[in-house]
């Protein structure tokens, strides 16, 4: 497939259309947002390259995103907000051709130089380029785990992005109507996907940086009558006890996912939306299958809370127990596998990675473990590996054990409930450290961490966190 046969050469069929309304109020058409794309892209040679994309939910990152996908390029985004320490290292490990990033990203980077300034953002060169293949459907490079800093990326292929949009598109039914706002972060799979599908379907997309957490967020969803909304399981705890005033005016539906939510929460949200004809649609994806792999039809939100619902448009489950046979039978916990267009090319660590073939085949073992009740609805049980969610920031406990260990600090982890780790560290004086080293690698604000009891466990002291 192209890298032009996703939305991309499609922009321009929109026209005056309303593409992105900014925090100022500032509207940019359909049409001047492909000449911004097309005028950045020009700077770029035609030949395919690596370039680190350091986003967020502002005109530069669009602009950028879309000419260097519309240059062929392979894009490896990440949060602006990444560490210096980590980026430092990832550039060492892909050695990436180009940096596209902020002004005012206060790094030296050593051996590259700015070609060209666009608005707020600039262009970096690296001036010791090496010379490495790039597989030719590898579109993106997504992060496994926030922004941990992780040298392991999803290679996202344009089928594999062009064929969740679409799916996305035709079962939230997103039309031109639709107007909505960047709830998530643009590093987010889940929030790249909301801009891909609203792109694709010649929405609107009001730009912020803002949280939910802010009142500012909450003026701009009721001034630009924002009509849809997508949240993590925080984001619906915010909604319920600041948001219902400003959001319930225009909004027609709004979508959930990155983890596990509340059932006393959904509940109560789903009494909300009801009372204001507002639909409800969990979600369950992952970076892996470019975003999602089913959804709930917000017809069964009551009936079925807890469900991941069913497979989108194109995608299919299957159950498999621990020998790796299919299991038939109803109510029967096994691993969920997905089967779809969707699924990733497979994992990258380093620059030698990047050409790399289909290792999936468009089959993906989800690692979580799942059942089907008699009605075709998955639930979700438990995972087989130690990934947690918290606030939707996906992470890796083991890896961030081995973070610990490199820094001296012997402590372990632990996954507790939703949007919660156990901390163990036998050494009271450092859990001070331990938990602003937990909010620096994770990007998790060191103040929604909250202290419990005092735990006495085999004569050793443990302490233990929630976040």
Not at 341 to 362: E, R
Not at 405 to 418: R, T, Y
Request: charge should be positive; aromatic fraction near 12%; glycine fraction near 6%.
């Amino acid at each position: 497939m192209s890298h032009n046969d996703i939305y991309l050469k499609d922009l321009k069929k929109f026209k005056n259309k309303k593409a992105l309304i900014l925090e100022n109020g500032q509207t940019i058409t359909y049409n001047q947002l492909d000449k911004e794309a097309e005028v950045l892209s020009k700077k770029l040679p035609t030949r395919k390259k690596l370039i680190f994309l350091l986003g967020e939910n502002n005109f530069e990152t669009i602009v950028g995103y879309l000419a260097f996908v519309k240059k062929g390029f392979t894009v490896a985004i990440l949060d602006t907000k990444i560490n210096n320490f980590f980026l430092k290292n990832l550039i060492k490990l892909y050695k990436p051709s180009f940096i596209f990033c902020s002004k005012s990203k206060k790094i030296i980077f050593k051996r590259f130089k700015i070609i060209t300034k666009y608005k707020s953002y600039v262009l970096n060169q690296n001036l010791n380029e090496k010379e490495y293949k790039i597989n030719k459907d590898l579109m993106l490079l997504m992060s496994t785990s926030g922004t941990t800093g992780s040298p392991k990326f999803v290679r996202q292929s344009y089928a594999s992005i062009a064929a969740n949009t679409k799916s996305i598109v035709k079962y939230l039914k997103i039309d031109k109507k639709d107007v909505t706002i960047t709830s998530l972060p643009f590093s987010y799979v889940y929030g790249l996907s909301v801009i891909n599908s609203h792109l694709y379907s010649g929405s609107t997309i009001v730009l912020t940086n803002r949280s939910t957490i802010e009142k500012e967020f909450w003026n701009m969803v009721k001034e630009f009558k924002v009509n849809n909304f997508s949240g993590v399981p925080y984001s619906y705890s915010i909604i319920e006890r600041i948001g219902k005033k400003n959001l319930l005016n225009k909004l027609k539906y709004s979508t959930q996912a990155g983890g596990k939510m509340n059932h006393e929460l959904i509940s109560r949200i789903i009494n909300i939306y009801k009372k204001n004809k507002i639909k409800f649609i969990q979600m369950y994806g992952s970076a892996e299958a470019t975003s999602r792999m089913s959804y709930l039809n917000w017809r069964y939100a009551a009936k079925k809370i807890g469900s991941i619902g069913k497979p989108i448009p194109g995608g299919k489950f299957i159950l498999k127990d621990s020998r790796g046979k299919i299991i038939k039978k109803i109510n029967k916990k096994g691993e969920l596998v997905y089967k779809g267009k969707n699924v990733c090319l497979g994992y990258a660590k380093n620059v030698n990675d990047l050409n790399l073939p289909d290792t999936n085949n468009g089959i993906l073992y989800t690692g979580d473990l799942a059942y089907k009740d008699k009605e075709g609805f998955y639930f979700i049980v438990g995972r087989k590996n130690r990934y947690t969610k918290v606030y939707g920031i996906r992470v890796d406990m083991s890896e961030l054990e081995g973070l610990f260990l490199k820094k001296g600090f012997d402590v372990v982890l632990k996954e507790g409930k939703e949007n919660k780790i156990a901390v163990y560290n036998n050494n009271s004086e450092k859990i001070k450290k331990t938990i602003e080293i937990i909010a620096h690698l994770t990007g998790i604000n060191v103040n929604v961490f909250q202290s419990k009891k005092l735990l006495k466990k085999h004569l050793t002291r443990n302490f233990k966190y929630k976040v």
